[in-house]
C-alpha cells in the first residue's frame, strides 16, 4: 500500500515561494513506473490538477495556470517529490494532495485526477 505525506504548507506574501514534499513510503519508485502529482483544492471549489511527473522518464505536466511558475521535481532515492512554487498569487491559496498511481498517460492522469492513493493534504495560504 502506498502511504503519502506531503510536507512544506504555510503563509507566504504574494510574489514569495514555497516548496511542497511528498515523500512516498510502500512504493520504490525506481521500481516502478508510477505517475506521482500535486493536486489542489480551495474552499467551494473542485479539486484540480497542479503538477505531475513520472516517476522513470520525468515526464511532467503542468496546468496552464501555474506553467512558468511551478516546477516539480522527483529525488527517486528518497522516494520523494517536490513542488518548487514561485511567483505565488492569492489565487494559489488552497490545500495541497500528493497522490500517485502506476504510470499510463500523465497528462490525462493528471487533468483529470486518476490516481489511487492520496495524502492528507498541507495547506497553502498566500496572503495580498
Known amino acids: 500500500e502506498v502511504q503519502l505525506a506531503e510536507s512544506g504548507g504555510g503563509l507566504v506574501q504574494a510574489g514569495g515561494s514555497l516548496r511542497l514534499s511528498c515523500a512516498a513510503s510502500g512504493v520504490t519508485f525506481d521500481d516502478n513506473d508510477y505517475a506521482i502529482g500535486w493536486f489542489r483544492q480551495a474552499p467551494g471549489k473542485e479539486r484540480e490538477g497542479v503538477s505531475c511527473?513520472?516517476?522513470?522518464?520525468?515526464?511532467?505536466y503542468y496546468a496552464d495556470s501555474v506553467k512558468d511558475r511551478f516546477i516539480i521535481s522527483r529525488d527517486n532515492a528518497k522516494n520523494t517529490v517536490f513542488l518548487q512554487m514561485n511567483s505565488l498569487k492569492p489565487e494559489d491559496t488552497a490545500v495541497y494532495y500528493c497522490?500517485?498511481?502506476?504510470?499510463?498517460?500523465?497528462?490525462?492522469?493528471?487533468?483529470?485526477?486518476?490516481?489511487?492513493?492520496w495524502g492528507q493534504g498541507t495547506q497553502v495560504t498566500v496572503s495580498s
Open positions: 511527473i513520472s516517476s522513470t522518464d520525468g515526464t511532467t
Open positions: 497522490a500517485a498511481d502506476f504510470h499510463e498517460d500523465i497528462a490525462i492522469q493528471c487533468s483529470k485526477l486518476i490516481f489511487g492513493s
